[in-house]
């Protein structure tokens, strides 16, 4: 294997880190995946099967989170400040976002 080094600059790092982490690779991993993906002759998306799994898991949890609001407020409430720090762990808020 060639093994190749090249700089990034700090916030291309961190986005690309974020990314590596939703995707469940190492950073290095998730960039070979990504490189890979532009030499790709039949032009795919290397990680669209996670992004339809995402997808999926938003819908169903945007239906269960109505749900839960209309019967109970408090507990959606507590289920949002769990979610916001679970993803502020992962650093997959965006700028701006805190846990709250």
């Not at 949890?61 to 993803?87: C, D, H, Y």
């Amino acid at each position: 294997m060639v093994k190749i080094n090249f700089r990034l600059d700090a916030a291309l790092h961190a986005r690309l880190h974020r990314r590596a982490l939703g995707a469940n690779l190492s950073l290095s991993a998730y960039i070979r995946r990504t490189l890979e993906q532009t030499v790709d002759e039949r032009q795919r998306y290397v990680f669209s099967s996670q992004d339809e799994i995402l997808a999926t898991a938003i819908q169903i949890l945007s239906i269960v989170a109505t749900s839960v609001g209309q019967q109970s407020p408090k507990a959606l409430e507590q289920g949002m400040t769990e979610a916001r720090a679970i993803l502020a762990e992962r650093g997959l808020l965006g700028q701006g976002e805190d846990a709250r």
